[in-house]
């Protein structure tokens, strides 16, 4: 583990210097090399899903783990549109001059090495090396056991292009102790580690923020709301309320409770109950939800619990500030939304949700790192510093202050 990170602290050096015409054609070298292997990564990805199936694996991790051709394209296409991002580093954030006549410029540079630990998804971890990459920073990468096979497809598809280009390999890695030692031994080397981002289960969150001396960005669970305010289009709250919440259920982003307001509760519930009945959701709901619709009740246990499986809870309150106030108790900060054609209620619902990303008569999946034009994320953080929502290139830079003199002295 040792020589390890110190080559990985050596290669920052060469990283943080390449320029951004020849970090993009390096990105792009590495989006063909995807395509181009891209049989050797299914056939590993294949030994990953065997394994997932003999371990009884549920299909929603099953349907995170697997790659497959059209996958892999995408994979391919998030590091093209990484590429053709702005470039991150070096940009002058501000620049003014002091009553010392010094003139000083805020510069933005890369964080250095950055370690992330991420769940069974092996799409993350090219992701997140072309975002690293783009952005000058080193990435140490510890992906789930789930998916051993096709991370290491994958990255050393990546350190071939590396090599070729006549870099260090070590500036995109796998972790090579992936055990829990492994991973509390790289939180504690804060010598030769800057960032360490976990993106994962409650457990793991809790651990390495509680364990790290490395500065810890947290990707914490998304428990996340829909709230249908009495003036909604409820054409539109249905459609919004279904694809929150079935179109892909085990990723953060998906709605795990559903608020209504009780003026339409008759009309509305009965809709949505079909609705989801017929998307195979499992429904739980209030005392209040049970009066309209015939559903298991709720307990504060599942308010509180992020499924990432095709189950939802389903509250009935009063009023927009019964709505605001179950959001700020259950919430975890992550993506919360209003369905309402009131622009009041809507930019009240705005103000006063305490969250990564808040919307207004859109579905909470939109939270994300290429549909937000970043090309992919690192994850969603829910930290408030020092990056919230999906973190991109931008939030894996920091910076540093220029000071141009001309002999001034103190």
């Excluded at 990283?15 to 020849?22: S, V």
């Excluded at 296409?77 to 620049?95: C, D, K």
């Excluded at 030769?192 to 947290?218: F, H, Q, T």
Aim: with cysteine; net charge neutral.
């Amino acid at each position: 583990m040792k020589e390890f990170l110190i080559k990985a602290k050596a290669s920052k050096q060469v990283i943080a210097t390449l320029d951004g015409k020849t970090k993009n054609r390096i990105l792009n070298q590495m989006a063909e090399a995807l395509l181009q292997k891209s049989a050797f990564i299914v056939e590993e990805n294949n030994k990953d899903m065997a394994e997932g199936r003999k371990n009884n694996l549920e299909s929603s991790l099953l349907d995170r783990l697997l790659l497959d051709k059209g996958r892999i394209e995408s994979m391919a296409q998030s590091l093209r549109e990484i590429s053709q991002l702005r470039e991150p580093v070096g940009r002058v954030l501000e620049g003014w001059v002091t009553d010392d006549n010094l003139r000083i410029e805020k510069v933005s540079v890369p964080i250095g090495v950055v370690g992330v630990i991420y769940e069974s998804r092996p799409n993350v971890t090219s992701d997140v090396a072309g975002l690293c990459f783009k952005s000058g920073n080193v990435a140490i990468l510890k992906g789930g056991k789930e998916a051993e096979f096709s991370n290491q497809a994958i990255a050393k598809t990546i350190q071939a292009v590396l090599v070729q280009n006549n870099l260090p390999k070590e500036i995109i890695s796998l972790l090579p102790d992936s055990s829990r030692e492994g991973v509390a031994n790289l939180i504690k080397e804060d010598a030769y580690v800057d960032l360490i981002v976990p993106r994962g289960g409650e457990a793991l969150i809790k651990y390495i923020s509680k364990n790290s001396s490395v500065p810890v960005v947290k990707h914490d669970k998304g428990l996340c709301h829909t709230y249908i305010h009495e003036n909604a289009n409820q054409e539109n709250a249905i459609k919004i309320a279904l694809n929150a919440k079935c179109q892909r259920p085990g990723v953060c982003n998906a709605m795990e409770t559903l608020i209504v307001d009780v003026s339409i509760a008759k009309s509305l519930l009965p809709k949505l109950y079909k609705a989801f009945i017929d998307a195979g959701t499992k429904l739980r709901g209030c005392s209040l939800t049970k009066q309209f619709i015939f559903i298991d009740l709720a307990t504060p246990e599942h308010f509180n619990t992020e499924y990432l499986a095709n189950e939802l809870n389903i509250k009935v309150v009063n009023n927009i500030d019964e709505a605001i106030a179950h959001i700020t108790k259950y919430g975890s900060g992550h993506s919360e939304a209003i369905i309402t054609e009131n622009h009041t209620a809507a930019e009240k619902f705005m103000e006063k949700i305490d969250a990564a990303c808040v919307y207004v008569n859109a579905s909470t999946r939109f939270t994300d790192g290429g549909a937000f034009g970043f090309g992919a994320e690192v994850g969603i953080s829910t930290n408030k510093l020092h990056a919230r929502g999906p973190m991109g290139i931008n939030e894996l830079t920091t910076y540093k202050f220029k000071i141009y003199g001309h002999g001034q002295t103190r």
